[in-house]
């Protein structure tokens, strides 16, 4: 499969008459409705075949397919790249063959819901972290979860469903409430039974830790925190994963609370949320550049073994109005959601090539002009190259009802997926 860019006066019907594939097959892989594709535009071409358009180089062929020159060349062998002519067929090769896991959170919503979107996404898991469960300051699960279904349908096909737990609170992740059950080893032993309890009953395969916001201070403790729980598990074969922040250096002063090695010695597998480096808080600017991403993997893999990473990319973007004025939310969006507006508004899609990160600028129907970040196929596929060249263990992503329908495509053509 390779990326169309979108250019002006391009519709599906030329693109279909281009690439000589039907319209529907387009639409399905790109979860397009009837909206006119927009300037600046990625389209995923499912095909495995190319048919060289004027202008084409084998190098713009190989970026395309996203695969290397020399992968092309190979999979073309009687083909010279210098001598390349409009309407000839190149062979686009099968990179499937890096054998690696994914892990995606899934917010439960009704047993209906939850089964049909589990039982359509789980051909491309391993794992899905079922969110979420919190806990108060004596270490007592302060919820519950209609998530028998989930669970059930999760195992029905070959995938591990974990169960998450965080330090939520109405006011968002509490460091004080971490802080609380962290410190006190009557109240964080009690919390480590109650999840060992909760999640034998329930059913699941393992738990994901979502500590957010965990304090420098208590560094140590929650990596013992970490160390008890896998300890309390290990003679029920359940597997214990930790979510963590992406950093790139240990002079973080606010991500000090999470001591990589440490963590990366204790838990199965270490999942780096390598995204929100701009947020809803923020000024505008791209969520998951490529630099940060690769800086982090790169800090990460010092001190962790790099089958235990998965390397966390969002679902989602941020659409902020502009200018930027302090104190003001953007609201998060989805990354199908982003480009359907741009689509809507015909706002041309630019790309920095520098982060690997689409964005747009549109006016609304109130005049007031909005910026918007988000993911595409080509960043997304630059994300998972890294996890191909860094040698990690997995993908994985936030989260799975936001969808983003070229995802499975492009799981498909990176990776063989891991099953049970």
Do not use: C
Request: glycine share 6%.
């Amino acid at each position: 499969m390779f990326i169309h860019i979108v250019r002006q006066g391009d519709t599906l019907f030329k693109l279909s008459r281009m690439y000589q594939i039907p319209v529907e097959r387009l639409r399905l892989a790109n979860g397009f409705g009837d909206s006119n594709l927009v300037v600046g535009q990625a389209v995923l071409v499912p095909k495995y075949t190319y048919i060289v358009q004027p202008g084409d180089s084998f190098f713009e062929i190989a970026k395309k397919a996203m695969v290397t020159e020399e992968q092309l060349r190979h999979a073309n062998p009687s083909i010279q790249p210098a001598a390349i002519q409009p309407g000839m067929e190149i062979k686009i090769p099968n990179i499937s063959n890096y054998l690696a896991g994914t892990l995606q959170y899934y917010q439960v919503r009704s047993p209906e819901q939850d089964a049909e979107l589990i039982s359509q996404f789980a051909p491309y898991s391993s794992s899905i972290a079922i969110f979420e469960y919190h806990f108060a300051r004596n270490g007592d699960i302060v919820n519950t979860l209609n998530d028998a279904v989930a669970v059930r349908t999760t195992w029905q096909h070959r995938v591990t469903p974990l169960i998450t737990i965080t330090n939520l609170t109405s006011q968002g992740f509490s460091s004080d409430l971490a802080s609380a059950v962290l410190n006190n080893p009557t109240a964080r032993t009690k919390l480590v039974n109650n999840i060992a309890y909760l999640t034998k009953r329930h059913g699941y395969g393992g738990v994901n830790i979502d500590f957010e916001l965990v304090k420098a201070a208590d560094r140590d403790l929650f990596t013992g925190f970490l160390r008890e729980l896998k300890d309390r598990l290990r003679q029920d074969r359940l597997a214990v994963t930790v979510a963590v922040p992406a950093k790139t250096s240990e002079d973080i002063s606010w991500l000090r609370g999470y001591d990589y090695g440490g963590i990366g010695a204790v838990v199965d597998y270490m999942f780096i949320m390598a995204y929100d480096w701009h947020h809803s808080g923020s000024e505008p600017g791209p969520v998951a550049p490529i630099t940060e991403v690769r800086k982090s993997i790169e800090f990460a893999i010092k001190t962790v073994p790099s089958r235990k990473i998965i390397l966390g990319v969002p679902l989602y973007g941020y659409d902020w109005i502009i200018p930027y004025s302090p104190g003001r939310i953007a609201p998060g969006v989805s990354n199908q959601n982003a480009i359907e507006t741009a689509m809507r508004y015909q706002s041309p899609i630019q790309y920095s090539e520098e982060y690997q990160s689409p964005y747009y600028r549109y006016r609304d129907q109130n005049g007031l002009t909005h910026e918007v970040w988000f993911e595409d196929v080509r960043s997304m596929s630059a994300k998972m190259q890294l996890v191909r060249n860094y040698g990690l263990q997995a993908i994985g992503a936030w989260q799975l009802s936001l969808g983003f329908t070229p995802g499975v495509w492009l799981l498909r053509k990176f990776f063989t997926i891991r099953k049970l």
